[in-house]
């Protein structure tokens, strides 16, 4: 059996095995982070999380104190006891414990679409994070359930753009630009949320007519935002706006950033009035891991490697890659090389190292030397997993993800919107 990542973490922190992780916080199981403020250890550990983020109580001591065995023998039979009745939907960057027990396994583009494609399911467990348990709340039935194991999977960069500063920015705006089209009757500028968002700024795109993207679609969806406006407000993440706005000609200098902290976001009135896509100061903590010197070392130590890094890694590193895209693209990249190839990626490691497991016949590596997978991804544990579903099957719904009414409509909107742009790759 393939060693997992768990397994590895803790053998480097127990010194048993060459390596680093960036914190030995990750040998221990997440439920002793449950009563402490923060994400969590992992590579957002640093990052500030709101107040008010949501918390997880604390696990049941028979999950926190069971074998990985046994964790596995009462999902499996919990799984048997619902049936029909459930669905569970995990992402890439799960850990195996958990992505072995996933219905679909995906992106947050084909998770959106697969909450859709299970009518009989009266429940939707969602292995991932805050924002796509809301997301699938926001498409799924009114009668569906959604859950989420551990309340704490939250997204520090979700965190980074809250509907007050995005409202207070958007009224900054429209007080230089306007509110009139133009004479082709483009408006003035377009809001467009990455999938990492909360459903309150979703709905905020959906009232304000805008669109939703994900890592999958963006240069569809900014197609789309530049046919009805005259620039598009990009947010929360600066990288992937900027990558994809790069790759389809729109020049840096009309890409001003924008700090909720400045006046005009730290852009003067001309700047703004000469933008195509305003970038919002976010990031996602793992991407920004990556680093030219890391694309430069594979390249040293594996000539011919081929680098494949996501769009949300800093614009220098997509720029040394041979390659970006989401991570369905990656994976397809991988699944379609007829040949032995020695690949270095630049996304999760529980991502690169599944890849590595599946596909034998390649090098696989991670740019990063260290191990450091997503602080919340990383909450999801079997224990919690095994839980909500024992909770199912005795009639209890815990940790349900439920979108407020007055937020789902003008959510939805921007949602259906981003599943009708298809992807180009």
Request: net charge negative; aromatic share 8%.
């Amino acid at each position: 059996m393939t060693t997992t990542l768990d397994t590895t973490i803790r053998a480097i922190t127990n010194g048993e095995a060459p390596g680093e992780t960036c914190t030995p916080d990750l040998a221990k199981g997440p439920w002793e982070f449950d009563e402490t403020p923060g994400y969590g250890p992992g590579s957002s550990m640093f990052d500030v999380i709101p107040t008010g983020s949501p918390r997880q109580g604390a696990l049941p001591a028979a999950y926190q104190d069971a074998s990985p065995e046994d964790l596995h023998r009462r999902i499996r039979e919990a799984k048997d006891a619902l049936g029909d009745r459930l669905v569970i939907l995990g992402h890439f960057y799960q850990r195996d414990e958990v992505v072995q027990h996933a219905d679909f396994l995906g992106d947050s583009f084909q998770l959106a679409n697969a909450a859709l494609t299970k009518p009989d399911a009266e429940y939707i467990v969602f292995c991932g994070v805050h924002f796509m348990a809301e997301t699938a709340d926001i498409l799924a039935r009114p009668d569906q359930r959604v859950i989420l194991p551990n309340l704490a999977a939250g997204c520090s960069m979700a965190d980074m753009a809250d509907e007050d500063s995005v409202e207070a920015a958007w009224e900054e705006l429209v007080s230089v630009y306007g509110t009139e089209p133009d004479e082709s009757g483009r408006v003035p500028v377009i809001p467009v949320t990455y999938m990492n968002s909360s459903a309150a700024l979703k709905a905020f795109c959906g009232k304000h007519g805008g669109i939703v993207c994900t890592s999958s679609n963006a240069a569809t969806v900014l197609e789309w935002a530049f046919e009805r406006g005259q620039r598009v407000l990009f947010f929360p993440d600066q990288h992937l706006g900027r990558n994809t706005a790069k790759a389809m000609g729109v020049p840096l200098e009309q890409m001003p950033m924008w700090n909720p902290r400045k006046p005009l976001g730290g852009s003067t009135r001309d700047e703004l009035m000469d933008a195509r896509v305003i970038l919002w100061h976010g990031f996602c903590s793992v991407h920004k891991r990556f680093t030219v010197d890391q694309v430069a070392a594979a390249r040293e130590s594996h000539p011919g490697v081929r680098v494949i890094v996501h769009p949300e890694c800093p614009m220098p590193v997509v720029d040394a890659a041979d390659e970006s895209g989401s991570t369905d693209y990656i994976r397809r990249a991988v699944a379609d090389a007829t040949e032995p190839t020695t690949f270095a990626i630049g996304t999760e490691i529980n991502m690169v190292n599944r890849l590595a497991a599946e596909y034998p016949q390649h090098t696989i590596f991670c740019l990063d030397p260290v191990i450091c997978p997503c602080s919340t991804m990383y909450r999801i544990h079997p224990g919690y997993l095994a839980w909500v579903l024992e909770e199912l099957v005795a009639g209890r719904v815990v940790n349900e993800i439920a979108v407020a009414s007055t937020i789902q409509d003008d959510a939805r909107v921007a949602l259906e919107r981003m599943l009708a742009a298809k992807p180009r790759d």
